[in-house]
């Protein structure tokens, strides 16, 4: 099973931008979806997006559309998410998930989770 790695989280103002990124192990990375999921404070798992093996095509739910941009990098092993215009309601543990399926992501029951990374924005 691929293990991943996610880095890049800390504490932003908001307003800001931070950008994720995501290192997977083994050698068929791109023979997996990848995909972001993030939990809020005292809230359930909630979908950021998810990319198909390729990277060619991303799904995110509407209520992440417009400041959030996932993309990959086969050839480094890294799935990125650029969050911007960032708000204190995107306080949450960010998680780097992946699966064959990008179906399983998508209903937030990945293959693989990555370990969490903090994600805090100020007012």
């Known amino acids: 099973q691929v293990q991943l790695v996610e880095s890049g989280g800390g504490l932003v103002q908001a307003g800001g931008s931070l950008r994720l990124s995501c290192t997977g192990s083994g050698r068929d990375f791109s023979s997996y979806a990848m995909g972001w999921i993030r939990q809020p404070p005292g809230k359930e798992r909630e979908l950021v997006g998810a990319?198909?093996?390729?990277?060619?095509?991303?799904y995110y739910p509407d209520s992440m559309k417009g400041r959030f941009i996932i993309s990959r990098d086969n050839a480094k092993n890294t799935v990125y998410l650029q969050m911007n215009s960032l708000k204190p309601e995107d306080t949450a543990v960010y998680y780097c998930?992946?699966?064959?399926?990008?179906?399983?992501?998508?209903?937030?029951?990945?293959?693989?989770w990555g370990q969490g990374t903090q994600v805090t924005v100020s007012s």
């Open positions: 998930a992946a699966d064959q399926s990008l179906h399983a992501i998508v209903v937030l029951t990945p293959g693989s």
């Open positions: 990319t198909i093996r390729s990277g060619s095509s991303t």
